[in-house]
């Protein structure tokens, strides 16, 4: 189907940013260093000093990031992984793949772990707690982090979807031990193609995931231990570092679509809310909302495509369905009601303002 507004638009409109990626990519086929090569180092440079950590190890994808994130922590059978059900599902296969069990903590109406249920699933085999900042929202990271140094665990930021979002000027990435990003097409900072990037200030740990990118080898020959092959393209590299240059304005965009859906939707349906102190990029604006799939159809109806992330709790897929027992009522009932309306950067004023009247024409309310 063809949408009057489309969820997301990932076409390049802008000629001056579309000739100055071309020519990134064109600087890379004359160099030929088509992996791993100069702007890769150029990237991870960048990433570090934005985010303010030490280190950022660029990889394949945000998956690739979760994964080798995990395995720098030695995370592996018998250990147990605290996370959220709702994520994409990379997020709990990472920690399977790793050979560790996923312990799910039920969620908050801020659609990330509930910080206060993280206690009382701590056990003698709990050695890590990896968070979500689900939606570009980060999750509350004071909180989170006393309750890791308290009891002696690791926290890793699955920050795939909130590069750029802060809290109090601390950005998503930089809480961690180690912590995961996604560059892939969807997300506020992406690549034109799959990418990733993981990032630490610790200097083992980066030693570690430099082994662990390149097939678990120092050297580039001798392996260590067995891992995959997550190096990065050169050209994705170089593509984002001309990405990079529009980034806050794109946040700036959405920021704006995001507070204009606020202004106007807050008495139809639950809006996502920014909390003092803290930043979001809004990945996915995402409401809260009564006869989600009535409405979801009613918007098909009117030529607006929206996207339910993620209609499947990840311990529900089909790969986790023999897991233990689990007590997660407030994302059973959250998985039906949530709905990300379109809020990309291309979006145009009437747009936003067709969107915006559509769900409320849906509730009964009037036009704005
Ligand atoms: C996008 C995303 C991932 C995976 O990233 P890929 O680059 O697609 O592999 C993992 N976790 C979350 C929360 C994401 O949004």
Not at 86 to 111: E, Q, R
Request: hydrophobic share 40%; glycine share 6%; charged share 20%.
């Amino acid at each position: 189907m063809n949408y009057q507004i489309p969820f997301l638009d990932l076409s390049v409109k802008d000629p001056i940013i579309k000739k100055e990626l071309l020519e990134s990519v064109s600087n890379v086929l004359t160099h030929g260093r088509l992996v791993l090569g100069p702007e890769v180092e150029m990237f991870e440079k960048l990433i570090s000093e934005y985010c303010g950590v030490k280190y950022t190890v660029g990889v394949n994808s945000g998956t690739d990031a979760l994964y080798l994130a995990l395995r720098s922590l030695d995370i592996g059978p018998g250990d147990e992984v605290i996370t959220t059900p709702l994520s994409w599902i990379a997020t709990v296969n990472s920690i399977v793949l790793c050979g560790a069990k996923p312990v799910f903590v039920d969620i908050t109406n801020d659609l990330t772990i509930n910080n206060n249920l993280i206690k009382e699933v701590i056990s003698s085999k709990t050695k890590a707690i990896l968070p979500v900042h689900f939606t570009g929202r980060l999750c509350d990271m004071d909180q989170l982090s006393e309750i890791a140094n308290q009891n002696g665990l690791y926290l890793i930021e699955d920050a795939a979807p909130a590069f750029g979002a802060s809290y109090r000027g601390a950005k998503a990435g930089s809480f961690g031990h180690v912590s995961a990003f996604s560059m892939n097409p969807m997300k506020v900072f992406n690549g034109y193609g799959e990418a990733g990037a993981v990032v630490t200030n610790d200097t083992n740990i980066y030693e570690r995931l430099m082994s662990l990118r390149y097939a678990g080898t120092i050297n580039k020959e001798d392996c260590q231990e067995p891992s995959l092959n997550g190096r990065i393209d050169t050209v994705q590299a170089a593509m984002m570092l001309v990405g990079f240059k529009y980034l806050q304005n794109k946040i700036v965009k959405r920021r704006e679509i995001a507070s204009y859906y606020n202004n106007t939707l807050g008495d139809s349906v639950i809006c996502p809310k920014e909390h003092d102190g803290y930043f979001n990029v809004y990945y996915t604006y995402t409401i809260i909302a009564d006869r989600r799939d009535d409405l979801q159809e009613h918007l098909i109806s009117k030529g607006i495509e929206t996207k339910i992330q993620h209609p499947i709790l990840m311990p529900y897929h089909a790969a986790y369905k023999n897991s233990n027992k689990i007590n997660i009522p407030v994302a059973e009932n959250l998985v039906n009601r949530i709905l990300c309306i379109p809020s990309h950067e291309n979006l145009t004023k009437q747009d936003i303002r067709h969107v915006a009247n559509t769900i409320r024409g849906f509730y009964g309310k009037q036009k704005i």
